[in-house]
């Protein structure tokens, strides 16, 4: 096992590698100058050359990414252009906030598609069924930003129940109370999806000879649920990995909708600035997040399933 996890690790190292060139390449190609958000379009050349040299975009773009990863890989980030503070504690503080959301959001979706998915495959045909493949199409169809903005009418403007802006101060409860809303939106899609993955896993594993010979045996309810639920956990558990990965790096439009202070507002906030080195460190961040999430769920999925192990 330490062998695999051990070559695993050493097989998402070209992966990051990739993942922040790509990073790179994609923000420089995109039109326009990066530092004009910050120097007057009525600035001395020499006021623009030496702002030029500070940020080092004067030289090649080889160089100003292997300049880019080696700093990255020491954890600086650069500086944002917009606000002149590090990146690397800008993301910082917005991680913490995503990432109270993304689990939030997880619970939510990934209970509840279990839950609506189990009881799916288990009472195929009947009104259980047919009900669980309902929410499953409205959460996979339903968009973020539409939901979002449709409770927070409901539950905000006309009813006051519940707060739709920011992420809140102070006590533990009024916290929570802002937390609830961007949460629900965010369970939506995941559960959705889980709720089907879910339904196929174990009802084609419950028509399967090994239940049977279970049965012949005497197993009933629990006994038979519990290696049900063991057979299908490797399936639900890598789609459950890449959801929460979307969580992470896709909760752009709710934290947008919602003023949520997370890396995905962040992220929105970078690009109408051109803030180019927020913008890298944030995508990277997020890109090394997914790499680092899959090789959990590989690990995971192999000490569940030692048959899936990979030679």
Aim: one cysteine or more; proline letters at 5%.
């Amino acid at each position: 096992m330490v062998s695999f996890i051990l070559r695993r690790v050493v097989y998402t190292i070209p992966i990051a590698l990739a993942v922040a060139a790509v990073c790179f390449s994609l923000v420089h190609l995109a039109p326009g100058d990066p530092l004009s958000a910050i120097i007057p379009a009525d600035a001395p050349a020499e006021v623009v050359e030496a702002i030029t040299r500070a940020y080092g975009m004067d030289r090649p773009l080889i160089l100003q990414f292997l300049s880019w990863i080696g700093r990255a890989i020491r954890g600086d980030l650069g500086i944002s252009v917009s606000n002149g503070r590090s990146v690397t504690s800008e993301i910082g503080l917005a991680l913490g906030n995503t990432f109270v959301l993304a689990l939030a959001g997880a619970f939510l979706g990934f209970f509840f598609g279990t839950l609506f998915g189990t009881l799916a495959a288990f009472f195929q045909g009947r009104w259980m069924d047919k009900l669980s493949t309902a929410l499953a199409v409205i959460g996979v169809s339903v968009p973020h930003y539409w939901l979002g903005l449709l409770l927070v009418v409901i539950f905000s403007v006309q009813m006051d129940w519940l707060p739709s802006l920011g992420a809140g101060s102070g006590d533990l409860g009024t916290r929570l109370r802002h937390l609830v809303l961007p949460a629900i939106t965010m369970s939506f899609i995941p559960m959705g999806i889980i709720t089907r993955t879910v339904r196929s896993t174990v009802g084609e594993i419950l028509g399967s000879e090994f239940v049977t010979a279970l049965q012949a045996r005497g197993l009933r309810g629990l006994l038979i649920a519990k290696h049900v639920a063991k057979n299908a956990a490797p399936t639900v558990l890598a789609v459950m990995g890449l959801q929460f990965g979307y969580l992470l790096g896709g909760s752009i439009l709710v934290e947008t909708v919602f003023s949520w202070p997370g890396t995905g507002y962040l992220l929105n906030t970078a690009i109408f600035q051109r803030d180019i080195p927020l913008l890298q460190g944030i995508i990277l961040t997020l890109a090394m997040f997914f790499v680092v999430l899959n090789l959990a769920v590989d690990v995971l999925q192999t000490l569940l399933d030692p048959r899936i192990k990979r030679g």
